[in-house]
């Protein structure tokens, strides 16, 4: 059974920055496309960014040029590194696995992903 544990997670100053880390239990990055998610209380979660399993990445609009995904094969983890941060940028970040091989990871998209983590908590606020 695939487990992915989201961490890095924190306080930080709005133009600061932050790296979450997302350990996957198995060699995963070999074979799955791994995205990061983020949820607002009373909001729906949305796609941040995905890297695929051949090394393809995209970003949202909104956090282009600020965040960026990377992956560590040797140690099943995926990185988004997060700089400048702003408050909009605060909820709960999910990183998530589309195990089916579909597009729904590159394009960001929620509902396809089949494997999620339990999420960890990113607040900016000064």
């Known amino acids: 059974q695939l487990q992915l544990v989201e961490s890095g997670g924190g306080l930080v100053q709005p133009g600061g920055s932050l790296r979450l880390s997302c350990l996957a239990s198995?060699?995963?990055?070999?074979?799955?496309?791994i995205g990061w998610f983020r949820q607002v209380p009373g909001k729906e979660r949305e796609g941040v960014s995905c890297?695929?399993?051949?090394?393809?990445?995209t970003y949202a609009d909104s956090v282009k040029g600020r965040f960026t995904i990377s992956k560590d094969k040797a140690k099943n983890t995926v990185y988004l590194q997060m700089n400048s941060l702003e408050p909009e940028d605060t909820a709960t970040y999910y990183c998530?696995?589309?195990?089916?091989?579909?597009?729904?990871?590159?394009?960001?998209?929620?509902?396809?992903?089949?494997?999620w983590g339990k999420g960890t908590l990113v607040t900016v606020s000064s």
């Open positions: 998530a696995v589309d195990s089916l091989a579909g597009s729904s990871c590159l394009m960001l998209l929620a509902s396809g992903m089949d494997y």
């Open positions: 890297i695929s399993r051949s090394g393809g990445i």
């Open positions: 198995t060699s995963t990055l070999n074979y799955y496309d």
